[in-house]
C-alpha cells in the first residue's frame, strides 16, 4: 500500500494523518507539545509508523501549522502550506458543502468562509488568548475541574451565569466572585464557554458573513459545552465532523496527494527521523525592534530549520545559505 503523511504542529498540540492512497484515514494521533515540538513530531512519527510497513510505502508528505517550516525540514515534507488552506481542504473530505469553518485550538483560533468549495474569506485571533482554548485551560485549572469533564458538566447547565470574556483577567475575577456567590460549578462552566463563544465571535468573526453549514473544529471543539454555546449564539445547526482535532493534518495530507509538483520521489527522510540527535542553539534576531529568540535546530552538524519568530523571516530561508 502507499500512504500520504500529513502533519500539523501548532503552538499548544501537533496533530498527525495517516491517509492511503485514495484518500482515507487510516491512522491519526493528536499530543500535546509541551513546548518541545521536535520531540512531538518524533513521538507523533513513532506511533504511526506501526501501520506503515517500510520507509518506501510513504510518497507524499505535507506539514501545516505555526512550526510547519521546523516540521517539514524535519521530516523532509514535500509541501509546506498554511494552516487556512489545510484546515479548508481536510473539512472538505467530510463536509463538501461547508460554508463557514469556526477552527479554535489551544492559541490560535481561526474562521474562514467558503462559498462552492473556494476559500473567500478568513481571519485569524489577535494576540488576546481570550477567544482560545488556552482560557478553558486556565479557568478549569483555577476551579479544579479536569478539562476533560469540563464540557461534559457544561453542557447541563440550566442556568448559566454571564462571565465577562473580553480578558482573561476580568474574567478569572468574575469567576471567582460567581462562584463565591454560591452559583452551580455546572453554570459557572457553561458561563464561561458562552464567554469564549462570544469573545470569538467579536474578535476572529467579527465582520464575516456567517453561513450554514457552520462546522467547528479543532482540540476545543472535544468542549461539547462549546459546541453548545456557539450553536445557541448563532443561532444556527453547529457541526462537529469526524476527526475534527486533526483536520489540519488531513488537509497537509490531501495538500501532499494533489501535489502536481511533487517531485516522482518524495522527500520523506524516513521513520528513522524518530530515534536522530537534533542539537538546539538559541540566538537573537535584531531585524526588528522585537528581538525574537530564534532556535536553530541542527542534525549531524548540518543547520536544518530555524524555529520561534513572530514572523516566517528565518523559518522560511533555507538552512544551508542562512547567516546569523
Not at 202 to 215: A, E, L, N, Y
Request: neutral net charge; contains cysteine.
Amino acid at each position: 500500500m502507499s500512504f500520504y503523511l500529513g502533519i500539523d504542529i501548532g503552538s499548544v498540540s501537533a496533530k498527525f494523518a495517516l491517509l492511503e492512497g485514495e484518500g482515507r484515514l487510516v491512522e491519526s494521533v493528536y499530543l500535546r507539545t509541551h513546548g518541545r515540538p521536535i520531540a512531538a513530531i518524533q513521538e507523533g512519527l513513532s506511533r504511526l509508523r506501526r501501520k506503515v510497513p517500510n520507509d518506501n510505502a510513504v510518497i507524499g508528505v505535507g506539514a501545516t501549522g505555526s512550526a510547519r517550516h521546523l516540521a517539514g525540514a524535519i521530516v523532509g515534507a514535500d509541501i509546506v502550506k498554511n494552516e487556512i488552506t489545510c484546515q479548508a481542504v481536510g473539512t472538505l473530505q467530510f463536509v463538501p458543502d461547508v460554508r463557514t469553518i469556526i477552527e479554535i485550538g489551544g492559541q490560535d483560533s481561526k474562521i474562514i468562509v467558503l462559498r462552492e468549495g473556494i476559500i473567500i474569506d478568513f481571519g485569524m485571533n489577535s494576540v488576546c488568548a481570550a477567544g482560545t482554548g488556552s482560557f478553558l485551560d486556565h479557568q478549569a485549572s483555577r476551579l479544579n475541574v479536569s478539562i476533560e469533564e469540563f464540557g461534559a458538566r457544561a453542557v447541563d447547565s440550566q442556568r448559566p451565569v454571564r462571565i465577562s470574556g473580553q480578558c482573561t483577567v476580568f474574567a478569572e475575577s468574575d469567576m471567582l466572585q460567581k462562584q463565591q456567590m454560591g452559583h452551580a460549578m455546572k453554570d459557572i462552566l457553561y458561563g464561561l464557554c458562552q464567554a469564549l463563544g462570544r469573545n470569538y465571535l467579536h474578535d476572529v468573526g467579527s465582520g464575516k458573513d456567517i453561513q450554514p453549514p457552520i462546522v467547528f473544529q479543532g482540540g476545543v471543539a472535544f468542549n461539547a459545552g462549546m459546541a453548545r454555546a456557539i450553536q445557541e449564539l448563532l443561532q444556527e445547526k453547529i457541526i462537529v465532523p469526524p476527526h475534527h482535532e486533526v483536520m489540519g493534518a488531513i488537509g497537509a495530507g490531501v495538500v501532499a496527494m494533489g501535489n502536481e509538483a511533487r517531485p516522482k520521489k518524495t522527500s520523506f527522510n524516513g521513520f528513522g527521523v524518530v530515534a536522530a540527535q537534533y542539537e538546539i542553539r538559541l540566538m537573537e534576531c535584531r531585524a526588528c525592534p522585537s528581538l525574537c529568540e530564534i532556535a536553530q535546530v541542527s542534525r549531524d552538524g548540518k543547520r536544518i530549520a530555524f524555529w520561534g519568530g513572530r514572523c516566517d523571516l528565518w523559518e522560511t530561508r533555507a538552512a544551508d545559505s542562512a547567516t546569523v
